[in-house]
């Protein structure tokens, strides 16, 4: 990260992630493109210089935003994995509450998962990561004898 990236101090750390969350709001809904460093130092009521305290660039700022709801999402779902040794009878509570962390993660973060699944270039690559993590999970929990393959 350089020299950028952390200014020291509560303000400092207050006037990153206030960017952070400008800058995520103005990209989910203008994308990348139509997205201007200075509308969002402006809404944040501070300098351009100031936005490259903390950034490189506009593309370092989507980039951290996209990095951030890549490893949130990815460590829901890597942690949803029912485990072996679990009780068979709490595998559906167990599931339901996974799935109630990801959706609450979706719901509390609309700007950061619109970016992640639908604004960014890798977001087709977020969706097949996303997907195979889940097949993965799904298939470590049949080996485990929490499901089984019924074929019709």
């Given at each position: 990260?350089?020299?950028?990236?952390?200014?020291k101090g509560?303000?400092?750390?207050?006037?990153?992630?206030?960017?952070?969350?400008?800058?995520?709001d103005?990209?989910a809904?203008?994308?990348?493109s139509?997205?201007?460093?200075?509308?969002?130092?402006?809404?944040?009521?501070?300098?351009q210089?100031?936005?490259?305290?903390?950034?490189?660039?506009?593309e370092s700022v989507?980039?951290?935003?996209?990095?951030?709801?890549?490893?949130k999402?990815?460590?829901l779902t890597?942690?949803?994995?029912?485990?072996?040794?679990?009780?068979l009878?709490?595998?559906?509570?167990?599931?339901?509450?996974?799935?109630?962390?990801i959706?609450?993660?979706?719901k509390?973060?609309?700007?950061?998962?619109?970016?992640?699944?639908?604004?960014?270039e890798?977001?087709?690559?977020?969706?097949?990561?996303?997907?195979k993590?889940i097949m993965?999970?799904?298939?470590?929990?049949?080996?485990?004898?929490?499901?089984h393959?019924?074929?019709?």
């Amino acid at each position: 990260m350089g020299q950028r990236g952390r200014k020291k101090g509560a303000n400092g750390e207050r006037s990153r992630s206030l960017l952070l969350a400008i800058a995520a709001d103005e990209f989910a809904h203008k994308g990348f493109s139509d997205t201007k460093i200075s509308t969002i130092v402006k809404r944040a009521n501070l300098s351009q210089p100031t936005f490259y305290l903390y950034f490189e660039s506009k593309e370092s700022v989507f980039q951290e935003l996209i990095q951030l709801f890549r490893s949130k999402l990815f460590d829901l779902t890597k942690s949803s994995r029912l485990e072996p040794g679990i009780d068979l009878t709490s595998v559906p509570e167990r599931i339901s509450q996974v799935l109630a962390a990801i959706f609450h993660f979706f719901k509390e973060n609309p700007n950061l998962t619109r970016i992640g699944l639908f604004v960014g270039e890798e977001a087709e690559d977020i969706k097949k990561q996303l997907s195979k993590q889940i097949m993965d999970n799904l298939i470590s929990e049949q080996e485990n004898g929490y499901f089984h393959l019924v074929l019709t």
